[in-house]
């Protein structure tokens, strides 16, 4: 059963984490929406019973749910690269490779990670909107599985 979602605080969030840490609930998703961000977590597996939580984030950050539970480090870079929302704490400042063409707006007072020099998003890829479909083979040698583009882009 999926529970109604509930806004928490900062001391809610930590609990949580430390739940997380500790074995006694599993992590589904973590996302951001800014100024949110949301943690879906299995609370029973018996039960299959789903909660999702949602802290609201000052400033622009959220306490780090990857500095205990180590699954959550990549979400968090993609939250940050995605949100502009930072984890605070964060064990891993990396940005999110993957997901280096993406452009969406920042948030406030935040440059776009595409903007930051960022390893992953060269000067061929970096304007173009990300595609949603397999783009092996073009010119410059860039696939939707690779990490970093290898030349010019004849798109």
């Avoid at 930590?14 to 977590?41: C, F, K, Y």
């Avoid at 605070?88 to 930051?116: I, M, Y």
């Avoid at 020099?117 to 909107?129: E, F, I, S, T, V």
């Avoid at 783009?135 to 690779?146: I, K, R, V």
Wanted: hydrophobic fraction near 35%; include cysteine.
């Amino acid at each position: 059963m999926i529970l109604p979602s509930t806004t928490v605080t900062e001391d809610g969030w930590r609990e949580t984490i430390d739940q997380l840490a500790a074995g006694s609930r599993t992590l589904l998703g973590l996302w951001g929406d800014p100024p949110n961000v949301h943690m879906a977590l299995l609370l029973d597996e018996t039960t299959n019973d789903i909660a999702v939580i949602s802290y609201a984030c000052q400033d622009g950050t959220f306490p780090s749910v990857g500095a205990k539970h180590p699954p959550a480090i990549r979400l968090e870079r993609t939250i940050r690269d995605l949100c502009g929302l930072d984890a605070a704490g964060a064990v891993d400042r990396r940005p999110c490779r993957s997901r280096a063409t993406l452009r969406f707006p920042p948030s406030e007072g935040r440059k776009p990670a595409s903007d930051r020099g960022r390893p992953g998003a060269c000067r061929h890829h970096r304007a173009r909107a990300f595609r949603f479909t397999a783009m092996a083979n073009t010119s410059c040698g860039w696939s939707s599985g690779s990490a970093m583009c290898t030349g010019a882009s004849s798109n």
